[in-house]
Structure formats: structure tokens, C-alpha cells
């Protein structure tokens, strides 16, 4: 059973890092064509994709958020990690990370997501 | 960037009937299409990927079509467990981007 569970700060203060780590079960990251993104959702408002990280270490980022995220993945402790600088009130929003196990070339899997709110 | 513009907002419709969802694309994305629903406090789920393929699981009331430029996504008689927002995005160019929403809820 493939599972994935997002977890960090549900309150950070205006110009702090956010980190987020997305830890999964039931798959390798060693498994050709995988790959797991984050994508984050403002109360009441849409999905916005924001980075993705392939199998390969091959990394994609939002050109609008690209000068302010990193992506990275640590295949021995299952993890995928999402730092975002410079963070603002704009940036609440519920923080979901998704896979594409390379079935549909989708997002097929998906964390239940994490509140992150921007406050001082 | 590819725009998704999702047509109607909202739609109001009964169980039953039929519901029909509009995806439209600023460039072609060729059939590199996806459809997720999405129920309140939840994460979304995929239905429909490659623009008419169902995924595992998903009952056959879910359809969709379309390519290039216009999708649609239809779901045939609404069951009281549909009633949900729903998202297109595409895999075809970098960025992936999604659709601002439909939300089908209850007349």
C-alpha cells in the first residue's frame, strides 16, 4: 500500500524558511519513472503545482516560485523535502505532496495535506 | 505557461442527472490531459488521465474526451458522492498546471 504523509510548521512568521518533508511507504524511489511533487492549495482557492522530483534527481519548479524553492529527495529515509524562502501571508495554504508512480504519468497518489499559515 | 480555463464555475445540478465539465487549454496539450475530483477536506483523486482514459477504480459514469485544445469531462447520472469540485491539469508542458475548479454541487 503506497502512502504519503506531508509534515513541518503549520505557523511561520513573514520572511522565514518553510520546510516541508513528505515522507511515503510502499514504494522506492529506485523505481524508474516515479516521481513526487508538491502542490499547495490557498483556503477556497485552486491547486497550484509547485516542484516535482524524479526518480533520476531530475527536479521541475513553478517559474513564478522557482527563485524561492528547493527540492530535494533522500531515497534511503523515503523522504522528499520542499523548502520555500522568503514565505508571506500570499503563501497560506494547505501544502499537499502527490505521486506519479509512472502508471498515468499523473499524480495517482496524494498525502492528506498540511494547513502551513503565514502570520506574524 | 499553459492556461486551463474550467467552465462552468458552478454548476447546479440533481442526482441523476448529467453533468458536463469544460477544460480548455491556451495551447494544445495534445491529449496529455488529467481530471481529479476533489471532496471537502480532502486531497484530490485522480479519474481521468491521458484525456479518456478512467483510472484504477473509477466507476464508468466518469467519462471524458476531447484533445488539443478542449476536453470534457462528463459524468453520466450524478450519485450523492459526486458532488465535489473537480480539476483538469496537463502533462504536457512545463510547468504542469491546473484548472481553476468546477464545483458541482446540489440544486
Known amino acids: 500500500q503506497i502512502t504519503l504523509k506531508e509534515s513541518g510548521p503549520t505557523l511561520v512568521k513573514p520572511t522565514q524558511t518553510l520546510t516541508l518533508t513528505c515522507t511515503f511507504s510502499g514504494f522506492s524511489f529506485n523505481t524508474a519513472g516515479l516521481g513526487v511533487g508538491w502542490i499547495r492549495q490557498p483556503p477556497g482557492k485552486a491547486l497550484e503545482w509547485l516542484a516535482l522530483i524524479y526518480w533520476n534527481d531530475d527536479k521541475r519548479y513553478s517559474p513564478s516560485l522557482k527563485s524561492r524553492l528547493t527540492i530535494t529527495k533522500d531515497t534511503s529515509k523515503n523522504q522528499v523535502v520542499l523548502t520555500m524562502t522568503n514565505m508571506d501571508p500570499v503563501d497560506t495554504a494547505t501544502y499537499y505532496c502527490?505521486?506519479?508512480?509512472?502508471?498515468?504519468?499523473?499524480?495517482?497518489?496524494w498525502g492528506q495535506g498540511t494547513l502551513v499559515t503565514v502570520s506574524s | 505557461e499553459i492556461v486551463l480555463t474550467q467552465s462552468p464555475a458552478t454548476v447546479s445540478l440533481s442526482p441523476g442527472e448529467r453533468a458536463t465539465l469544460s477544460c480548455r487549454a491556451s495551447?494544445?496539450?495534445?491529449?496529455?490531459l488529467a481530471w481529479y475530483e476533489q471532496k471537502p477536506g480532502q486531497a484530490p483523486r485522480l479519474l481521468i488521465y491521458?484525456?479518456?482514459n478512467r483510472a484504477t477504480g473509477i466507476p464508468d459514469r466518469f467519462s471524458g474526451s476531447g484533445s488539443g485544445t478542449d476536453f470534457t469531462l462528463i459524468i453520466s447520472s450524478l450519485e450523492p458522492e459526486d458532488f465535489a469540485v473537480y480539476y483538469c491539469q496537463q502533462r504536457s508542458n512545463w510547468p504542469r498546471t491546473f484548472g481553476q475548479g468546477t464545483k458541482v454541487e446540489i440544486k
Open positions: 502527490a505521486m506519479d508512480s509512472g502508471s498515468y504519468r499523473y499524480f495517482d497518489y
Open positions: 491521458d484525456a479518456s
Open positions: 495551447q494544445s496539450v495534445s491529449s496529455s
